[in-house]
């Protein structure tokens, strides 16, 4: 376990985190340093919890002590002895102090979820004011929504870690405004063109070669539904879970139901809904429903189901790449996703429009089209009616790929510039 704790906290040496990108979820973190609240990071496996991390460890090294920090990935086999028991979170507290005969003031668990109960010893600290503050990051959003984790309310302040957004891609590559990404648009295109295919998360990113990205993503694939949903939820029937999942992916953005789903993949409407909602929890996907305010059977059964990342897409044994529109609309709909709307729907009962967008009492609607031609335009325009006929609409716009225009009162933006007029 010394050697565990050892190679987790480099910092205690004095060494800075190198290698790491500004996140927009940065400056929120790092101004709740103020408040003792638990902090609590929760996203998908490998979206960047672990680095905003770090970069909290550059910014508290400024001002403390770093043998002062304590840093612990509980997915590391060696901690495999606290995985059942959370009291030995002391003995390792006791044995980082005895290494560097300083008190730990700053604790930080990564995947915590691997520890059962690590929510009672966190509340015990938290009340007993062991540390100064304490950092917590989770790959499964139940994780917070369990029995145990309510002995947490009202003690912390979650943020969602997404993989990179389009606009802090477009930063790292020194295009940081409007000007800049209208001067150099054919790069803009290349980037999006890149992020359509391969995702955007971050180790991903920068990489060229498409061999070690296409291999890193199915490792990623793997990992999540082994550790996140197979082992974690102890499901026995792997086949038809893996089905189902893969089926999900290759209909992402189509109209279904629980039953449907079933049925397509050859079990019942139950355990369809069980696994889709295990496969939410671990944010590889996520299941959005019909905005609209009928209770109709039919209506209240329809769900659209988008991939929590374009690379996860086209790393499953399904190929994608040909079908760009598919692709785009997943990628708009993560994009909508970081933007942190209060809530993302889509309307069918009278028509259909890819996605409603709540903001306090106001209702956007946005359609998605990869290429507006004069074969589509009529139905793109018109599905905004599917939901003028349930509430009005502030806002009425079609995201597509490049094109720039105005219908009446609909807004035709190409999705770069969509970005910068929402950040």
């Known amino acids: 376990m010394e050697r565990a704790i050892l190679e987790q906290n480099p910092h205690w040496k004095g060494k800075i985190y ?33 680095s905003g991390f770090r970069m909290l460890v550059n910014e508290l090294m400024k001002s403390e002590d770093p043998k002062s920090i304590l840093m612990l990935n509980m997915d590391d086999p060696l901690y495999y002895e606290i995985w059942e028991n959370p009291s030995l979170f002391y003995n390792i507290i006791e044995l980082a102090e005895k290494l560097t005969g300083e008190k730990i003031q700053y604790l930080f668990i990564d995947e915590a979820q691997a520890v059962k109960g690590w929510e009672t010893f966190v509340k015990s600290a938290y009340d007993s004011e062991l540390f100064r503050k304490i950092f917590v990051t989770g790959s499964n959003s139940s994780f917070l929504n369990n029995e145990h984790s309510i002995l947490l309310s009202g003690r912390y302040l979650e943020e969602k870690v997404f993989p ?14 409007y000007f800049d990404a209208v001067s150099e648009s054919p790069k803009v295109l290349r980037l999006l063109d890149d992020c359509l295919e391969w995702g955007c998360f971050p180790e991903i990113s920068p990489l060229k070669n498409t061999e070690i990205k296409s291999n890193l993503l199915k ?13 974690r939820y102890q499901i026995g029937d792997v086949a038809t879970f893996k089905k189902l999942l893969l089926y999900s992916i290759s209909n992402a953005g189509a109209v279904c139901s629980y039953k449907s789903l079933g049925t397509a993949t050859g079990t ?29 059977e039919n209506v209240r059964n329809s769900h659209k189901i988008y991939v929590a990342d374009n690379g996860i897409t086209n790393a499953v044994s399904y190929r994608f790449w040909d079908n760009k529109a598919k ?4 990628f708009v709909f993560n994009e909508l996703q970081k ?8 309307a069918n009962s009278h028509g259909e429009c890819d996605f409603v967008i709540k903001n306090k009492f106001d209702y956007h609607g946005i359609q998605v089209c990869y290429e ?8 793109e325009v018109g599905g905004f009616a599917a939901v003028e006929k349930e509430t009005s609409l502030t806002k009425k716009t079609i995201i597509t790929y490049n094109q720039s225009s105005k219908i009446d009162d609909v807004e035709i933006i190409p999705i770069w510039k969509w970005i910068f007029n929402t950040n």
Do not use: W
């Open 219 to 231: 490792s990623y694939f793997d990992s999540i539904i082994m550790k996140d949903c197979i082992s």
């Open 339 to 346: 933007q942190k709307y209060e809530e993302i729907t889509f």
């Open 164 to 177: 990179y957004s389009f606009s802090e891609i477009l930063s790292q590559n020194k295009i940081d405004t």
């Open 327 to 330: 692709l785009f609309e997943n």
């Open 18 to 50: 190198q290698h790491l990108h500004g996140r927009s979820f940065f400056e929120s973190i790092k101004n709740n340093l103020q408040v003792r609240h638990v902090q609590v990071l929760t996203g998908i496996r490998r979206s960047g919890k672990s």
């Open 268 to 296: 019942n409407e139950n355990t369809a809904k069980k696994y889709i909602n295990i496969l939410n929890d671990s944010h590889i996907i996520q299941d959005v429903s019909n905005f609209a305010f009928s209770l109709k």
């Open 372 to 379: 507006l031609t004069p074969e589509n335009q009529a139905r």
